[in-house]
């Protein structure tokens, strides 16, 4: 009987690890994903300037800031 209540015991404290953890690791997954979008900053390859990504003019696979920046370089 007492061994039965151990191992119902270990069964119990490895469940309530995993309902522990899981979420934990849903809130990382979406923090990162917020995260990611705001924070992806690229440097202008003409003035060095760090811009956001949708605001920069993708041009023969370097970014700028400005299209007066694409005709400089
Ligand atoms: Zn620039």
């Known amino acids: 009987?007492?061994?039965y209540l151990l191992v119902v015991g270990v069964i119990v404290f490895v469940y309530f690890i995993f309902i522990k953890k899981k979420p934990e690791v849903r809130k990382k997954?979406?923090?990162?994903?917020?995260e990611i979008p705001s924070s992806?900053?690229?440097?202008?390859?003409?003035?060095?300037?760090?811009?956001?990504l949708e605001d920069t003019?993708?041009?023969?696979?370097?970014?700028y800031c400005s299209k007066e920046c694409v005709k400089r370089s």
């Open 57 to 63: 003019i993708l041009s023969k696979n370097r970014y």
């Open 1 to 3: 009987m007492l061994k």
């Open 29 to 34: 997954e979406t923090q990162t994903k917020e």
């Open 40 to 52: 992806e900053m690229v440097e202008c390859a003409e003035c060095g300037i760090y811009c956001e």
